[in-house]
């Protein structure tokens, strides 16, 4: 196929499971091994087009987002949300810089790695929506001190592929007492800074791979992975209103032992 192709197929990939607990990362590296595209600019590109899904969040809140902006200098509230973020992301940016190439060297390469995290997200994320403690917090942009800390410090486990930061915010969030609509929204919001950090670190270091040839594939997977994320942003709220967290659960699980099939029968 053509290269093109590859790039709507990820960005598609990329923009339907950025936000929803599944692991964007798990899907793109199990995708590009199915599809057999090679290490190299495959693995950057996969990264390149999480700023398109997160370009998703700056457009469908960004009447919010800039309201905030504008009322930093007056309002207290409005710094305490901006301030919540940053401290958010802190931990996560702190063990993701310390343990980047083991991450994308070692991790990233594991496949089986990825599909039992698969399944054990899934399981974690049947059981959480099972068994959770009553909410106490329902404001995504006026949480306490503690709890901001305390969802930054479930961000970290998603260094590990397959995890899912998505999953592993909004479970954290519920666990520590915040309802379930503010976790998924405030996991919004830390995607931003997260993902730009993301991008920009593996931007500079493969800033040799990012040639002009390859700038229209990386666009393609760009503007598709933007696309498909504005329609899972919309809707996402409304279904795990409506549905809990348990089918994203019974999804990761199908797919990892799909996974771990296909790569059982490969192996000669």
Same mark, same amino acid.
């Given at each position: 196929m053509?290269d093109?192709?590859?790039?709507v /197929?990820?960005?598609?990939v990329?923009?339907?499971t950025? $936000?929803?607990p599944v692991?964007?990362?798990g899907?793109?590296?199990l995708?590009?091994?199915?599809l057999?595209?090679?290490?190299g600019?495959?693995d950057? $590109? ?18 919010r987002?800039?309201?905030?902006f ?6 207290p509230?409005a710094r305490?949300?901006a ?6 992301? /802190?931990?996560s940016?702190?063990?993701g $810089?310390?343990l ?6 070692v991790l990233?390469?594991s ?8 399944i054990l ?6 059981v959480?929506?099972r068994?959770?403690p009553?909410p ?6 006026a949480?306490s001190?503690?709890?901001v800390v ?12 397959g995890?899912s930061?998505s999953?592993?915010? /909004?479970?954290g ?5 915040i ?8 996991s919004f919001?830390?995607a931003i800074p997260t993902m730009v950090?993301?991008f920009?670190l ?6 040799d791979v990012l040639t002009?040839?390859?700038l229209g ?9 933007f696309v498909?994320a504005?329609l899972?942003?919309?809707?996402m709220?409304g279904f ?11 999804w990761?699980?199908a797919?990892g032992?799909?996974g771990?099939?296909i790569i059982?029968f490969?192996r000669p």
């Amino acid at each position: 196929m053509a290269d093109w192709i590859y790039a709507v /197929i990820l960005g598609l990939v990329e923009g339907l499971t950025e $936000f929803i607990p599944v692991s964007s990362t798990g899907h793109l590296l199990l995708t590009k091994t199915l599809l057999g595209l090679p290490d190299g600019f495959w693995d950057t $590109f996969s990264v390149m087009i999480q700023l398109g899904a997160i370009l998703a969040v700056v457009v469908l809140y960004f009447q919010r987002l800039w309201g905030v902006f504008l009322r930093l200098p007056s309002d207290p509230q409005a710094r305490w949300f901006a301030a919540s973020v940053v401290i958010a992301v /802190i931990p996560s940016a702190v063990v993701g $810089f310390a343990l980047h190439d083991l991450i994308k060297n070692v991790l990233f390469e594991s496949a089986p790695l990825i599909c039992v995290s698969l399944i054990l997200g899934g399981v974690v994320l049947i059981v959480v929506d099972r068994w959770s403690p009553r909410p106490r917090e329902g404001d995504a942009m006026a949480l306490s001190f503690w709890r901001v800390v305390g969802i930054g410090l479930f961000q970290c486990l998603s260094v590990v592929p397959g995890v899912s930061r998505s999953g592993a915010t /909004i479970v954290g969030g519920t666990l520590i007492g915040i309802d379930r609509r503010a976790a998924t929204e405030f996991s919004f919001f830390m995607a931003i800074p997260t993902m730009v950090g993301a991008f920009a670190l593996d931007f500079w270091e493969n800033r040799d791979v990012l040639t002009a040839d390859n700038l229209g594939v990386i666009a393609v997977g760009f503007v598709v992975s933007f696309v498909s994320a504005v329609l899972v942003v919309k809707t996402m709220l409304g279904f795990i209103a409506r549905f809990g967290l348990t089918p994203y659960g019974w999804w990761r699980i199908a797919v990892g032992v799909v996974g771990l099939g296909i790569i059982q029968f490969a192996r000669p």
